[in-house]
């Protein structure tokens, strides 16, 4: 897959303060594809979770909902809700430039969607989106990157950010610690089978970033993405109780998951 990727992913980006301008002649979908085999290499079971996350905003929401795609990366979560729902819209919120470099260039010319560069660890990081509310707020695999303390405080805004009745769905890590001897167990099961998926081609992690540097449009807002997060950010993984609970003290009527597997859960908080 590095040799296939690297040959189709070409062209230029050049930056202007913190917007990145897109090279015309990079094949955004090859790397939106690429992406999406490397996080499976860690979640097998990725795309089922977003079925059942759709599943809830259908339910909530109907089929053209308001979306706050948060903490959006390559916009993974957005290209599913439009390929489901058409008339659904879509604001995608990140820090990291190359991911947000990959999402802007893949939804260009979609007035469906639209992104916004901000940090969720600001306290008015919301003054930047384009509405007040949203009938969804969605995440995956991205809040483990905060500690409690802040996850808290953007658990209290994102109450603010959701209209009565709709819905926050986060689908990440959550340990629960009570449980020591089958958490040994699947993660050594787990990483078992990553290593044969190693050994048989996959990109991990660290992959996937080298290939990024030596792409000519990636190659800067790769370097000011190690800036800001460094090799990888140290923070939390508390259990879904946890996440529930913290949901319901800052705002939110009701949350619980709606899905798991030995490793994630997706939540549901409503509002």
């Known amino acids: 897959m590095a040799g296939r990727t690297s040959r189709v992913l070409r062209g230029c980006g050049r930056g202007r303060g913190n917007v990145t301008t897109i090279g015309t002649g990079t094949d955004w979908a090859a790397w939106q594809e690429s992406w999406d085999r490397q996080q499976e290499w860690y979640m097998p079971d990725r795309e ?7 599943d809830m905003v259908e339910a909530f ?10 903490a959006c990366g390559t916009g993974t979560i957005t290209a599913r809700l439009l390929a489901r729902f058409p008339e659904a819209t879509s604001t995608g919120v990140d820090l990291d430039p190359a991911l947000l470099a ?4 893949t939804f260009a010319g979609d007035d469906r969607v639209g992104f ?4 969720l660890k600001d306290a008015d990081w919301t003054a930047a989106l384009p509405y007040d509310s949203y009938d969804a707020v969605l995440t995956a695999t991205a809040l483990h990157w905060l500690h409690t303390g802040p996850l808290t405080a953007l658990y209290g805004q994102l109450a603010g950010l959701v209209r009565e009745g709709g819905v926050f769905m986060n689908a990440d890590h959550m340990t629960d610690e009570s449980t ?15 290593d044969r998926a190693k050994r048989a081609g996959a990109l991990d992690w660290a992959d996937w970033w080298q ?19 460094g090799e990888h950010a140290d923070g939390d993984t508390p259990s879904a109780t946890w996440h529930a609970s913290t949901l319901r003290d800052q705002g ?16 549901l908080a409503l509002r």
Do not use: K
Not at 48 to 54: A, K
């Open 180 to 194: 020591p001897r089958i958490n040994a167990a699947e993660r050594a099961q787990r990483h078992a089978q990553m």
């Open 102 to 105: 990959i999402a802007r260039g």
């Open 252 to 267: 939110f009527a009701e949350a619980r998951a709606v899905w798991c597997s030995p490793s994630d859960t997706l939540l």
């Open 48 to 54: 089922e979770r977003f079925r059942v996350m759709l």
């Open 61 to 70: 929401a109907g089929t053209a909902p308001r979306v706050l795609d948060l």
């Open 211 to 229: 290939l990024a540097a030596q792409d000519p449009a990636l190659a800067a807002p790769t370097a000011r993405r190690f800036e800001i997060y």
């Open 116 to 119: 916004v560069e901000a940090d």
